[in-house]
């Protein structure tokens, strides 16, 4: 087998357990606060990735010289994460996970003013295109508006404002470090508010947010591996599998069934993203050195 094929395999894997992963926290979301769920999420995930890091080349991957950028990161992971587990407890998983998937166009968008890069004319071509599709999907001021979708909208904003900051520092940065630094900062912040939000948990809920934890790990890991095995331009439009898992789980646990207009916004934000990829793809393989 390939290396590309193993990559993609891989991909296809950690988005299956992002997926698995969302839907727990939508079902956690209809008992417990999105601060209560993110907390377990990291508590587990925590030694998790202290773990992987210990085996991919030992804890001193952890060092790092820039503390005020893990805290930065982390600040925006808990907004991340708690406008997305919100997000899910107010919308169905399918739409939830299509208006999630415009976070790569916000991606391209805010690298010009924050990384000073330039967007090709057909970039924003399709990254208009994208935004056409979230538009079709929320429809603002239709009777299928659901305040909701603000607040994934926002998810998806500070999720780009992580991967940008990805981009600007983690040359710097080991990937363990900035993965365990980025799970740390939400877990204490939860941690001090749990106090407030607390609900105790039935016995199911307890292998939930277990469960949660370990699918969020299994997800870094086999994207991780993904892109270690195959280009980015290769494993990245695999992502976009999430939609499928999205609308199976949605109709299986909670007889979810996204209307026409979802699948039709969901297509164009798919398009826009793989069109971004294959012209990103291009570029690099041009920019690649011939000796």
Same mark, same amino acid.
């Given at each position: @087998?390939?290396?590309?094929?193993?990559?993609?395999?891989? @991909?296809?894997?950690?988005?299956?357990?992002?997926?698995?992963?969302?839907?727990? #926290?939508?079902?956690?979301?209809?008992?417990?606060?999105?601060?209560?769920?993110?907390?377990?999420?990291?508590?587990?995930?925590?030694?998790?990735?202290?773990?992987?890091?210990?085996?991919?080349?030992?804890?001193?991957?952890?060092?790092?010289? &820039?503390?005020?950028?893990?805290?930065?990161?982390?600040?925006?992971?808990?907004?991340?994460?708690?406008?997305?587990?919100?997000?899910?407890?107010?919308?169905?998983?399918?739409? #939830?996970?299509?208006?999630?998937?415009?976070?790569?166009?916000?991606?391209?968008?805010?690298?010009?003013?924050?990384?000073?890069?330039?967007?090709?004319?057909?970039?924003?071509?399709?990254?208009?295109?994208?935004?056409?599709?979230?538009?079709?999907?929320?429809?603002?001021?239709?009777?299928?508006?659901?305040?909701?979708? $603000?607040?994934?909208?926002?998810?998806?904003?500070?999720?780009?404002?992580?991967?940008?900051?990805?981009?600007?520092?983690?040359?710097?940065?080991?990937?363990?470090?900035?993965?365990?630094?980025?799970?740390?900062?939400?877990?204490?912040?939860?941690?001090?508010? $749990?106090?407030?939000?607390?609900?105790?948990?039935?016995?199911?809920?307890? $292998?939930?947010?277990?469960?949660?934890?370990?699918?969020?790990?299994?997800?870094? #890991?086999?994207?991780?591996?993904?892109?270690?095995?195959?280009?980015?331009?290769?494993? #990245?439009?695999?992502?976009?599998?999430?939609?499928?898992?999205?609308?199976?789980?949605?109709?299986?646990?909670?007889?979810? @069934?996204?209307?026409?207009?979802?699948?039709?916004?969901?297509?164009?934000?798919?398009?826009?993203?793989?069109?971004?990829?294959?012209?990103?793809? &291009?570029?690099?393989?041009?920019?690649?050195?011939?000796?």
């Amino acid at each position: @087998m390939s290396s590309s094929f193993k990559g993609i395999g891989f @991909m296809c894997l950690g988005v299956l357990c992002l997926a698995i992963g969302d839907a727990i #926290a939508k079902w956690l979301g209809e008992v417990h606060s999105p601060l209560q769920i993110i907390f377990f999420r990291t508590l587990v995930s925590l030694p998790l990735i202290a773990l992987l890091a210990y085996f991919g080349g030992g804890l001193r991957k952890l060092r790092t010289r &820039r503390p005020g950028v893990h805290l930065l990161r982390g600040l925006i992971y808990t907004g991340t994460m708690f406008c997305f587990v919100l997000g899910l407890t107010l919308l169905p998983l399918a739409e #939830a996970t299509a208006i999630a998937f415009v976070a790569p166009l916000f991606v391209t968008l805010l690298s010009v003013p924050l990384l000073g890069e330039r967007i090709e004319g057909p970039v924003l071509v399709a990254s208009l295109v994208g935004f056409l599709g979230v538009l079709i999907v929320v429809r603002p001021g239709g009777e299928a508006f659901h305040p909701g979708s $603000l607040v994934l909208i926002g998810a998806a904003v500070f999720y780009a404002l992580m991967m940008i900051t990805a981009r600007r520092w983690g040359g710097s940065e080991h990937l363990w470090a900035m993965v365990f630094y980025m799970t740390l900062v939400p877990f204490v912040i939860t941690g001090l508010a $749990l106090p407030w939000v607390w609900q105790t948990p039935h016995p199911g809920h307890w $292998l939930g947010f277990l469960g949660s934890g370990l699918f969020g790990v299994g997800a870094t #890991a086999f994207i991780t591996l993904a892109f270690r095995h195959a280009p980015a331009a290769i494993a #990245a439009p695999f992502d976009y599998t999430a939609m499928l898992w999205a609308v199976l789980l949605g109709w299986w646990f909670w007889g979810e @069934m996204p209307d026409l207009w979802v699948f039709v916004g969901s297509a164009l934000i798919i398009g826009s993203g793989l069109a971004i990829a294959y012209r990103e793809g &291009r570029t690099s393989f041009k920019r690649r050195p011939t000796s």
